[in-house]
């Protein structure tokens, strides 16, 4: 499955997560890409939007192949034995960590700015991005969610390894996507639009589902 952009992408999740439609659920994207996704999901569902600042943490190798990700509030997952794979000894990943934080919080107080921050605690939340390669970005955000004290976690993808389907699935209450292909490189090869998200796309889509629900 290849998606026309990250909007046709949201349009056919939004179609299989509709019995969540009129509950009071809260979709979180992951930024930037999962934003987009998510905001369409969030208008058709008519819920709120939140936005989580997720860094992922590089081999010094690859710079696209992500050996763990950081989140707000220090939260991180590494997959230790992919880092070592790749080269990644603790320093490594402790240095990254001190530098992705510093732009974690710069971020994230850029998307709060007039904002609530994002509230979890006890609520049915969506996690949404705009794809999975090793999954890392997303279990992160499934342990911030959690730590926030989640009453249930969703896990919302167009398209995730096959792989990493078990993985994820096995820390949620339930995973929805759309595709699973085995040959799997990168998120942008299943779309044909994958443009660079900018911070003022995030700002705007969240200020428009905020108008939209009277928030």
Not at 24 to 36: F, P
Not at 39 to 45: E, G, K, T
Not at 110 to 125: A, D, M, N, S
């Amino acid at each position: 499955m290849v998606f026309t952009d990250r909007i046709n992408a949201g349009t056919l999740l939004a179609s299989k997560l509709s019995s969540f439609r009129g509950q009071n659920v809260i979709v979180v994207g992951l930024a930037r890409g999962g934003v987009i996704v998510a905001s369409v999901i969030a208008s058709f569902l008519q819920a709120s939007l939140g936005v989580l600042v997720v860094k992922k943490i590089s081999s010094p190798l690859d710079s696209e192949l992500a050996i763990g990700a950081l989140t707000q509030d220090g939260v991180s997952y590494i997959d230790w034995k992919l880092a070592h794979r790749f080269g990644a000894d603790e320093a490594y990943v402790n240095r990254q960590i001190r530098i992705l934080s510093n732009l974690i919080h710069q971020k994230t107080v850029l998307y709060q700015k007039r904002r609530k921050p994002i509230r979890v605690g006890e609520k049915t939340v969506i996690i949404v991005d705009d794809g999975a390669a090793t999954g890392a970005t997303m279990l992160v955000a499934i342990r911030w969610c959690k730590k926030k004290h989640a009453k249930k976690i969703i896990a919302a993808l167009p398209v995730v390894a096959s792989d990493r389907i078990g993985m994820i699935r096995s820390e949620v209450d339930e995973l929805v996507y759309l595709d699973a292909p085995n040959d799997f490189s990168s998120v942008g090869q299943f779309y044909k639009s994958f443009k660079q998200v900018t911070d003022e796309e995030v700002v705007k889509l969240v200020r428009q589902q905020d108008r939209k629900i009277g928030r």
